[in-house]
C-alpha cells in the first residue's frame, strides 16, 4: 500500500495546512493498514471459492501494479532523497541488507523445504523485489524512522530494474530460463516510470496532491487486491494442493527477513529506531510485483506467482503484529527512552 509521508521532515515547523494534511493522511493510513490484512484475506478467499470469476482479472495485474506505484510516487517528495546523503550509512546497509539478506534466505529456503522448480522460482522472486511499501506505514505505526524507512524503499524501488532481473537470473536460472533483460523492461514500465511520473506530478502541482494523498493508502490496497485475486484465481487448484508448503516458507522468510534486517541495523552503531526500520524494511517485500512479475514472465508455470500471492497476504499480518509488539513494548519507560534518543 502506499506509503506515509512523514509530518515533518525538516527541523522547520510545518504550515498549518501542511501539518492538516499529513495528519489526514496519516490517520488514512493507520486505518488503511488495520483493514488492508482483512481484506485481502477475503480477496483470497473469494479468489479461491470463485476462480473462474475472477480469472480475466490477470489481464490488468500490469496496469494495477502500476497504480499503485504511481501512489507510491506521489507521496514521495525530493527532501526524502536528501536523506541519502545526510544519513547515507544506514541508507546503504538498509538497502544493501534488502538485496543480500532476503534473496540469500529464499535460496537457502528452496534448499531447505526441497521445493519444487516453480515455487522455489517463485520464492526466490520475491526475495529479489524491493521493499514494500506498506513496510512505511508500519514502520510509523512502530515508533521507527518513517523518513529512512521511505528513503530506502524508494532507492530500493529505483534500482529493481538492474537488481531484481540480475539476482532472479543468477540464482533461479538452474530451475528455469529467466530473461533478465524483458524482466528489467517491465519494472521500468510498471514501476520506475509511475514512481518517477508521481514524483514528477507532486513537484509540480503539490497542493493539489497534498488534498488527495489521504485517498492514496486506499487506492494501493485494492490495487493489491486485485493482484492477489488475480493471481490465486488462476493458481487455486496448485494453492489447494501445495498451499501449506509455501505458506511455511513465506512465513519462515518474512520472520528471517525481520530479525537479521535488525541485526543488519544494529551495524554501524545503529540505534533502536534505525534498528525497528531497517528490520522491517528487509522482512517486508513488493510482493506484489512480484506475483506480477512471475505472472508476466513464466505464464506457463502459473505456481510461480503463490509465493507472491501468499506473501502480500502474510507480511501485511505479521507486520501489523510487529507493529503492536514495538507499542508494547514502549510502555516500558526505559525501552521508550531508547528509541526517543
Avoid at 488492508?36 to 480477496?43: D, K, R, T, W
Avoid at 490488468?60 to 527532501?79: E, H, R
Avoid at 520472520?255 to 517486508?284: D, N, P
Amino acid at each position: 500500500m502506499t506509503s506515509p509521508v512523514e509530518p515533518v521532515t525538516s527541523s522547520q515547523p510545518a504550515p498549518a495546512a501542511a501539518r492538516s494534511s499529513a495528519s489526514n493522511e496519516d490517520r488514512s493510513a493507520r486505518r488503511a493498514v488495520t483493514v488492508f490484512p482483512l481484506l485481502v484475506l477475503a480477496s483470497f478467499a473469494v479468489a479461491m471459492l470463485a476462480p473462474d470469476t475472477f480469472k480475466p482479472l490477470a489481464q490488468g495485474t500490469n496496469i494495477a501494479l502500476g497504480v499503485i506505484m504511481f501512489g507510491m510516487g506521489l507521496t514521495l517528495t525530493l527532501p526524502d532523497f536528501a536523506l541519502v546523503a545526510k544519513r547515507s550509512l544506514p541508507v546503504l546497509i538498509g538497502v544493501v541488507a534488502q538485496y543480500v539478506i532476503m534473496p540469500g534466505l529464499a535460496v537457502a529456503l528452496t534448499w531447505a523445504f526441497q521445493l519444487p522448480e516453480a515455487v522455489a522460482v517463485g520464492v526466490i522472486l520475491v526475495g529479489c523485489a524491493p521493499g514494500g511499501t506498506s513496510s512505511n506505514v508500519i514502520s510509523y505505526l512502530s515508533r521507527a524512522d518513517v523518513a529512512l524507512s521511505v528513503t530506502m524503499t524508494s532507492i530500493s524501488t529505483l534500482i529493481a530494474p538492474i537488481m531484481t532481473p540480475i539476482l532472479t537470473q543468477w540464482l533461479a536460472g538452474e530451475y528455469m530460463p529467466v530473461d533478465a533483460g524483458a524482466m528489467a523492461l517491465s519494472i521500468v514500465k510498471m514501476v520506475l516510470v509511475p514512481v518517477i511520473g508521481g514524483l514528477v506530478v507532486r513537484s509540480l502541482f503539490g497542493s493539489l496532491v497534498a488534498k488527495i494523498l489521504p485517498v492514496l493508502p486506499w487506492v494501493s490496497v485494492l490495487g493489491i487486491c486485485y493482484v492477489v485475486m488475480a493471481v490465486v484465481s488462476n493458481s487455486a487448484s496448485k494453492i489447494a494442493s501445495a498451499g501449506l508448503i509455501v505458506l511455511g516458507v513465506v512465513v519462515c522468510h518474512n520472520l528471517l527477513g525481520y530479525l537479521l534486517g535488525y541485526f543488519a541495523g544494529r551495524l554501524g552503531g545503529g540505534k533502536e529506531r534505525t534498528a525497528r526500520t531497517t528490520s522491517i524494511e528487509v522482512g517486508m517485500q513488493n510482493s506484489g510485483l512480484a506475483a506480477t512479475l512471475a505472472a508476466a514472465h513464466f505464464a506457463s508455470t502459473p505456481e510461480t506467482a503463490l509465493p507472491g500471492a501468499v506473501f502480500s497476504v502474510w507480511h501485511n499480518l505479521s507486520g501489523a503484529v510487529l507493529a503492536l509488539y514495538y507499542r508494547h513494548r514502549d510502555k516500558n519507560p526505559a525501552t521508550r527512552a531508547v528509541v526517543e534518543h
